[in-house]
């Protein structure tokens, strides 16, 4: 089974996106369907999307989003979690790294957030828009897995600060400025697109703007 995803602008004022997936005939139904559900809710919202639009776009039963998801709800919350368990995957491995100091552990973090960003960039513009919206999922995600991001960034601030790498920092304001950074070409697509010409889901995208975080990164953090 074969998804075509390409960006095909139709005129300045409609842009339709088309998405490119290769899918094996043996790829599991449940990740099929949360891929073209990432797609759709992307692409129309949540609201916007239907179970049946769901079910037609995966080609499977409207019944086995029942079945794996328990419906609509419980496939967003599959969604959100799925994607932010395997941030916060990549975040805790390069916290467990050796580095020479707070720095270049904080610049790692940077670097793996944007890359893991960039291969899930549908799935990231999805997740951090309905991360916006005050919700009973919401406030469940965020106490979960929100603060423990938080606590990553945190432990990493301290180091800098406590080995001397790091002035002393207001941490709420700082942790917020650093995360804000990274997630606003994704969480701000559109914007970003339309207005600069870029486009963050390209890999260069991240390689460029890490430079720039990373000499951002080094006037605010960093003594002179």
Same mark, same amino acid.
């Not at 207005?195 to 990164?217: C, G, I, N, R, T």
């Given at each position: 089974?074969?998804?075509? =995803?390409?960006?095909?602008?139709?005129?300045?004022? *409609?842009?339709?996106?088309?998405?490119?997936?290769?899918?094996?005939?043996?790829?599991?139904?449940?990740? &099929?369907?949360?891929?073209?559900?990432? &797609?759709?809710?992307?692409?129309?919202?949540?609201? !916007?999307?239907?179970?049946?639009?769901?079910?037609?776009?995966? !080609?499977?039963?409207?019944?086995?989003?029942?079945?794996?998801?328990?419906?609509?709800?419980?496939?967003?919350?599959? $969604?959100? =979690?799925?994607?932010?368990?395997?941030?916060?995957?990549?975040?805790?491995?390069? *916290?467990?790294?050796?580095?020479?100091?707070?720095?270049?552990?904080?610049?790692?973090?940077?670097?793996?957030?944007?890359?893991?960003?960039?291969?899930?960039?549908?799935?990231?513009?999805?997740?951090?828009?309905?991360?916006?919206?005050?919700?009973?999922?919401?406030?469940? &995600?965020?106490?979960?897995?929100?603060?423990?991001?938080?606590? &990553?960034?945190?432990?990493?601030?301290?180091? !800098?600060?406590?080995? !001397?790498?790091?002035?002393?920092?207001?941490?709420?304001?700082?942790?917020? *400025?650093?995360?804000?950074?990274?997630?606003?070409?994704? $969480?701000?697509?559109?914007?970003?697109?339309?207005?600069?010409?870029?486009?963050?889901?390209?890999?260069?995208?991240?390689?460029?703007?890490?430079?720039?975080?990373?000499?951002?990164?080094?006037?605010?953090?960093?003594?002179?």
């Amino acid at each position: 089974m074969i998804f075509l =995803v390409e960006e095909i602008y139709t005129t300045v004022e *409609q842009r339709s996106v088309y998405l490119m997936l290769e899918v094996k005939e043996n790829r599991p139904t449940k990740e &099929i369907i949360m891929d073209q559900a990432t &797609i759709l809710f992307t692409n129309k919202g949540y609201t !916007g999307t239907s179970v049946r639009d769901i079910a037609m776009k995966s !080609g499977v039963n409207i019944s086995l989003i029942s079945y794996y998801f328990g419906g609509k709800k419980g496939l967003l919350e599959a $969604l959100m =979690v799925d994607f932010l368990e395997g941030y916060l995957k990549e975040l805790e491995s390069v *916290q467990q790294k050796n580095h020479a100091d707070a720095f270049e552990k904080l610049m790692d973090i940077v670097s793996a957030s944007l890359t893991f960003m960039q291969q899930h960039h549908l799935r990231a513009r999805f997740v951090l828009r309905e991360m916006t919206l005050d919700s009973t999922l919401v406030r469940e &995600i965020t106490s979960t897995y929100l603060m423990k991001e938080k606590h &990553i960034y945190e432990t990493i601030l301290k180091q !800098g600060i406590d080995e !001397g790498t790091f002035p002393p920092l207001p941490m709420n304001w700082t942790i917020m *400025q650093i995360r804000g950074i990274i997630t606003m070409p994704f $969480l701000h697509h559109q914007y970003v697109r339309e207005v600069f010409q870029l486009h963050p889901h390209h890999s260069h995208f991240v390689v460029a703007y890490q430079k720039e975080l990373y000499m951002w990164l080094m006037k605010t953090l960093l003594p002179s």
